[in-house]
């Protein structure tokens, strides 16, 4: 990971990524910026604020669910000595549950795990641990595990001690962060190596779900049936 994955791709500055606010899109997906005129693909890391603010973001909004609501998609793009084709992943969330004013929420047909998309763009997936929080009144929790990012520059003093506020305050992008504390981050620092500049951390945070979708989930969630994989492996056997 380079120091320019670790810039958001609409602002410039640095994202540090934490479950809600930030997130990235990996070269793998294949995305495709469609609102340029070359249709470039689009790689990197992002705050979801700029990309709520962006003139793009229903443009965004409609590559990324296309992708995520699919099992895959042939795409055909132009590229020197003609046209070319490549089946671009689809993330398998294809059942779409709810759709409302701010946001869609749609269930994989293949594992326990929901996306909620904001017609803004963001995005949240929540697992069933998730789900079953939400079934038992509480706020979901997201955690991305341990990150590993490049910082930009020579880190605050005290690294090893400083809250999140701190780092993001010292990393100049305190605000694209809104709402955070909301969230309740829990953020954890697990290591720093000086040589490459290399800070692991972790962080836990609530999504700030749309409030029709937190709605809708909390309906939802009691009643949903998890998978039947034994179902679908039966399936898979009669079409094999
Ligand atoms: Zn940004």
Do not use: N
């Not at 990971?1 to 990996?26: I, K, N, Q, R, T």
């Not at 836990?204 to 749309?210: R, V």
């Not at 969630?221 to 994989?229: E, L, Q, S, T, V």
């Amino acid at each position: 990971m380079g120091d320019a994955y670790a810039s958001c791709v609409f602002c410039g500055e640095f994202v540090l990524h934490v479950p809600g606010w930030a997130s990235d899109v990996p070269s793998y997906r294949l995305m495709r910026a469609t609102w340029r005129e070359e249709h470039a693909f689009l790689v990197g890391s992002l705050h979801f604020s700029c990309l709520r603010a962006s003139a793009v973001r229903a443009e965004f909004a409609a590559e990324f669910a296309g992708i995520a609501t699919g099992h895959g998609r042939e795409i055909a793009f132009q590229a020197a000595g003609g046209t070319r084709t490549l089946v671009q992943p689809g993330l398998g969330y294809v059942e779409e549950i709810f759709r409302g004013d701010a946001c869609a929420v749609h269930r994989s047909d293949t594992r326990d795990s929901w996306l909620v998309q904001e017609h803004a763009g963001p995005w949240y997936v929540l697992d069933r641990p998730q789900i079953e929080g939400v079934a038992r009144g509480e706020r979901p929790r997201l955690d991305s595990g341990v990150e590993r990012i490049v910082l930009p520059g020579e880190p605050m003093a005290g690294l090893a001690d400083a809250t999140l506020p701190g780092l993001l305050d010292s990393l100049g992008v305190t605000d694209r962060y809104p709402g955070l504390a909301a969230g309740e981050p829990e953020y954890e620092f697990w290591k720093y190596s000086a040589p490459k500049r290399v800070l692991e951390y972790a962080v836990i945070a609530t999504p700030p779900l749309p409030a029709e979708a937190a709605a809708f989930l909390r309906d939802h969630a009691p009643g949903y049936r998890p998978i039947d994989f034994d179902a679908l492996g039966r399936e898979e056997r009669h079409r094999g």
